[in-house]
């Protein structure tokens, strides 16, 4: 990709020739339909050429699949050794409907498991909590004490599975509840394989979801990373989420800068912890958006890739090549899907995981197309896996690795997010880093003015969105939609009390008061304490709430 100055001359005296006769020329008959950009507002060429990527040093910039900075892929050959994990995000009801689900997506080809938790659960709360009530089992599965967890993966080998859990605020509880059913089928912790989402900043950021303020917060996350670099070799200690940051409406070059300005933030904490650098960076592990504007989507994804390999190994100083690697899952956009006309969703989706797979994605959710109206049918959920696996065996993208790699467009896109995204990270270091950000409301002000911004576009018909804004049908698509029994939650309610009632109570009470002791001191690692609790099936609430007897709970500050 490199071109000597006479060249470059040549090429662009020839453009200049070609906009103002062939071009213009064309104006009379065609005039073009307006301006055009991304949705981070970077504007999109009318044509691409070397002129564009002129400053790329091959070697430097892009190199080879499995080599730094690895722009064009975290393995050698990519897909051609072994495809993405087909991991579909499931969860709903109860323990036994899930483990259904579960079987159901396993038995169709899904190659891995991707646990949703309902609300209540999120937030560290028991099914029989006031604040759960008309709230268990909506969104997700509820999960109040370890026999949940038995139940939820009963005849599932955790040795042949890997497992990702969307939790965060209570991600030590629950991770020590999976071990502890790992054990019980004569799975090592050693033996495990998956991840534990456990990325708290950015649900200050964007979600939500969570309990403690920021100080203990990143200190149970750094507790994970601890206990899971001694004992759970093979799990992945984090993954660091943009997702939620993009569908709360932040640009693409915001979702990558976000993300990596918290991913920095938890490296940092580890290392002040006295981690080795080394030992723990290779089992970091991110969670992307695939939207549907599908160039920069793709663009999008090298550039985070390349910027995370330049930030471990000449900030941090990592040695690992590992270490250097940004892995990532990805899951497509759940904002972008419409209840009008929801047969369209089956496209969007499509596209978007096409982006995913071309921008070398390690794992992939596809959304069913019904999920505007609620969460996913059995036929819904089977058309999102199938889509994926048409992606994998049909279109032949996965025979080579990047094949858009040298596309003047992709690599113009891919430079020009990644240099405004170091700046976003720079603006974020200079603030005190991400958690300070957070405190002050910056990263929340820049998504909401992000999401108004794109809003405004599409009530104006700036942005077309078929189906929504334009492209209008009256007609209704009949579906039968997933309903979640109403009393589920009595069901589970009553099952937690019999539980209470048959554990051994002087047991539990002594793991929670040791669990508090061990809160109450700054330098001690609480897993080994909340698995001792969760093994005298002390229950979620009772644990997180024994928590926030010590830390509180955060109160987030005014943004306007």
């Known amino acids: 990709m490199t071109y000597d100055k006479q060249e470059l001359d040549e090429i662009s005296r020839r453009k200049e020739k070609w906009e103002a006769e ?36 091959y070697l430097r910039d892009l190199g080879f699949p499995g080599q730094f900075p690895f722009t ?7 897909y051609r050794a072994r495809l ?12 036994e409907q899930t483990n259904q689900r579960f079987k159901y997506l396993l038995s169709h080809g899904q190659t891995g498991l991707s646990v949703a938790f309902d609300f209540p659960t999120q ?36 040795d ?27 799975v090592g912790q050693a033996k495990l394989g998956g991840t534990a989402q456990n990325d708290v900043l950015k649900e200050y950021v964007a979600r939500g979801m969570y309990i403690f303020p920021p100080k203990p917060s990143m200190r149970m996350v750094t507790d994970i990373f601890e206990y899971c670099s001694r004992n759970m070799a093979q799990w992945n200690t984090i993954s660091i989420s943009g997702y939620h940051i993009r569908e709360a409406g932040s640009t693409a070059v915001q979702e990558v ?22 030992r723990f960076a290779g089992r970091l592990s991110f969670f992307f958006a695939a939207h549907s504007n599908f160039l920069e989507e793709i663009a999008k994804f090298r550039a985070a890739r390349r910027l995370w ?24 956009s759940g904002v972008s899907l419409t209840a009008q006309q929801p047969y369209n969703n089956i496209v969007r989706v499509a596209l978007q995981a096409l982006s995913a797979v071309l921008g070398g994605t390690q794992s992939l959710h596809t959304n069913s197309f019904d999920e505007a109206y609620a969460l996913p049918s059995e036929p819904a959920v089977t058309v999102a896996l199938r889509t994926q696996q048409i992606i994998a065996h049909e279109s032949g993208v996965t025979e080579t690795a990047d094949p858009l790699a040298g596309s003047y467009c992709v690599e113009s896109l891919t430079n020009e997010i990644e240099e405004r995204a170091q700046k976003y990270i720079e603006h974020i270091d200079g603030m005190g880093g991400s958690v300070a950000a957070i405190e002050k409301g910056f990263m929340q002000r820049e998504i909401t003015e992000s999401a108004y911004s794109f809003q405004k576009d599409v009530e104006t018909k700036k942005r077309t969105v078929v189906g929504l ?23 589970l309610v009553e099952q937690l009390k019999l539980i209470k009632q048959r554990r051994n109570e002087a047991k539990t009470q002594e793991a929670l008061h040791k669990l508090r002791g061990a809160a109450e001191q700054e330098n001690v690692n609480l897993m080994p304490f909340i698995i001792e609790a969760v093994k005298e099936y002390s229950t979620l609430g009772e644990i997180c709430g024994t928590l926030r007897e010590v830390f509180g709970e955060y109160k987030p500050p005014s943004i306007f």
């Open 22 to 57: 062939t071009v213009l020329k064309s104006f009379d008959k065609l005039p073009e339909r307006g301006e055009f950009s991304t949705t981070s507002s970077i504007r999109v060429n009318r044509v691409y050429t070397p002129i564009d990527v002129a400053n790329i040093d």
């Open 309 to 332: 390999a330049r930030i471990m190994k000449d900030r941090f100083g990592a040695k690992n090549p590992n270490s250097w690697m940004l892995r990532f899952h990805t899951q497509t």
């Open 123 to 158: 937030v560290g709360y028991d099914c029989d909590h006031p604040m759960a009530l008309g709230e268990v089992g909506k969104v997700g599965v509820s999960a109040s004490t370890l026999r949940d967890m038995e139940v939820l993966f009963d005849g599932i080998p955790l």
């Open 469 to 491: 804004n334009d492209f209008l049908s009256e007609e209704e698509v009949p579906m039968k939609l997933l309903q979640i029994d109403p009393t589920i939650e009595k069901r």
């Open 84 to 95: 993405w994990t087909m991991r579909q995000y499931a969860g709903f009801g109860t323990a």
């Open 257 to 278: 800068a976000f993300t990596l300005a918290n991913a920095i933030a938890y490296v940092q904490a580890a290392v002040d912890r006295g981690l080795d650098l080394d």
């Open 72 to 78: 064009r892929g975290v393995y050698p050959t990519m």
């Open 160 to 186: 042949k599975v890997t497992t990702s859990m969307t939790i965060n605020a209570p991600a030590n509880v629950l991770l020590a509840m999976y071990a502890i059913v790992g054990e019980k089928q004569g």
